[in-house]
Nanobody
Framework: QVQLVESGGGLVQAGGSLKLSCAAS????????MGWFRQAPGKEREFVAR????????YYAASVKGRFTISRDNAKNTVYLQMDSLKPEDTALYYC?????????????????WGQGTQVTVSS
């Protein structure tokens, strides 16, 4: 079992920045690739970014590439999502998830564990 707790969400103006954190507990954090997903009101949950076991491989959705940065600190059992140049369309509930695979996936069905989410609201 892996427990995930997100934090760092909030209200920010367009063009601003936020940094989300996801703290993991339970099984060995470094054995899991990690992903961030988001769900806006009335929409399906969508992939945002993922990072491999040791953090050498990352991948982003086209909508956030160049603005968001995913990273991890295995010593702190934490994965981060730095979000810059935020847009109103980035408003959503953001989830982190763990995938017991080396590189992770863009598909939510491949992730075994999920956090409860943290709300990000970007005002125009």
């Amino acid at each position: 079992q892996v427990q995930l707790v997100e934090s760092g969400g909030g209200l920010v103006q367009a063009g601003g920045s936020l940094k989300l954190s996801c703290a993991a507990s339970g099984r060995t954090f470094s054995e899991y690739a990690m992903g961030w997903f988001r769900q806006a009101p009335g929409k399906e949950r969508e992939f945002v970014a993922r990072i491999s076991w040791v953090g050498r491989s990352t991948y982003y959705a086209a909508s956030v590439k160049g603005r968001f940065t995913i990273s991890r600190d295995n010593a702190k059992n934490t994965v981060y999502l730095q979000m810059d140049s935020l847009k109103p369309e980035d408003t959503a509930l953001y989830y982190c998830a763990a995938d017991q695979a080396a590189y992770g996936s863009t598909s939510e069905v491949d992730y075994e564990y999920w956090g409860q989410g943290t709300q990000v609201t970007v005002s125009s």
